[in-house]
């Protein structure tokens, strides 16, 4: 065995650790969610190359009519991306579980579109990315949408000189949206001016949010000089945190304050584990097969509860 799957494959058999709990099969991809009761964290929704589904209970629901799906916190609403545009303008989606009410807002005007959202941390707006193509240069990010859920409204703040593949997301107090900028972050006011940039950093890791339960960690890859896989910072000042040594070829964000969710190779496949703050991984979240994770382009959207 490598030594990538040797460490992945420990999280499968810590001794010590109560992996009692319910295993969720995602049908058709060799996918196992392992799941336990308490969690802080589950899996909501799954994207396979272009294909989206929805979690309802222990099942998952193709949604035929949208691309990308996000579940606000605790699960209440759910914001997706219509496949089509409707009088010439891309939309947003905002179903509320409980009634079953769909809610579609206007976003932006072609040629633009806006996707790729993330819910603020009080559940009440999405920022989405806004886009441009043209045939030189293919797609590049030229700003945000922020959408207030509750007024039903969206406004598109463009940013000149944005990093061309910058996905906005919100900082931990709602105030701000923050994105790559190189190898750097930055954080953006509402208006789209610069708060601050946090110098060589590395591009923020994906996942429900890049940053930390309680706002005091921020999560990127490691630039190279760091020689580390994942490293975490103050969100403020920049300061370095941590750095993890780790055989990761994704994260999916922080599983709690103290712990990130990483995906390395396992066996012949992959898997989705918990790993703390020095690397060391703590528990089996997803068993993942080579098909699902190289063929179907497997994405797992974690959502706090």
């Not at 609403?77 to 989606?93: C, E, N, Q, S, W």
């Not at 009410?101 to 990315?129: C, E, F, H, N, Q």
């Not at 918990?274 to 528990?283: Q, S």
Request: aromatic share 10%; net charge positive; hydrophobic share 35%.
């Amino acid at each position: 065995m490598s030594p990538s799957t040797l460490l992945l494959a420990a999280a499968l058999v810590l001794t010590g650790v109560d992996l009692t709990g319910v295993d969720v099969k995602l049908p058709g991809l060799g996918v196992t969610l392992h799941e336990q009761r308490g969690d802080p964290k589950r899996v909501t929704a799954y994207t396979t190359a272009g294909s989206a589904y929805l979690r309802s209970g222990g099942y998952f629901a193709g949604q035929r009519s949208y691309n990308d799906l996000a579940v606000s916190p605790g699960g209440g609403l759910v914001a997706a991306i219509p496949r089509k545009f409707t009088k010439g303008y891309d939309r947003i989606a905002i179903t509320n579980r409980s009634t079953g009410k769909v809610t579609k807002i206007r976003t932006v005007k072609a040629p633009m579109v806006a996707g790729t959202p993330y819910w603020s941390p009080d559940g009440r707006r999405v920022v989405l990315t806004a886009s441009k193509g043209d045939d030189r240069t293919g797609w590049r990010s030229v700003g945000f949408v922020i959408v207030d859920v509750a007024a039903k409204r969206a406004r598109l703040v463009k940013v000149p000189g944005a990093y061309h593949d910058a996905l906005f997301q919100w900082s931990p107090d709602g105030r701000r949206v923050v994105a790559d900028y190189w190898d750097n972050v930055r954080f953006y006011l509402p208006d789209g001016r610069v708060a601050w940039t946090l110098w060589r950093t590395g591009g923020l890791v994906g996942g429900e949010s890049a940053f930390s339960p309680d706002g005091r960690r921020m999560a990127t890859w490691c630039p190279k000089k760091h020689k580390a896989t994942l490293c975490t910072w103050n969100p403020y000042n920049g300061k370095l945190d941590k750095k993890l040594k780790v055989p990761a070829v994704a994260s999916y964000g922080w599983w709690d304050r103290e712990h990130l969710i990483a995906v390395g190779r396992h066996g012949k496949g992959y898997a989705s584990v918990v790993i703390d703050l020095k690397g060391k991984p703590v528990r089996p979240l997803a068993t993942i097969s080579r098909t699902a994770w190289r063929d179907y382009d497997l994405y797992l959207s974690y959502t706090r509860r």
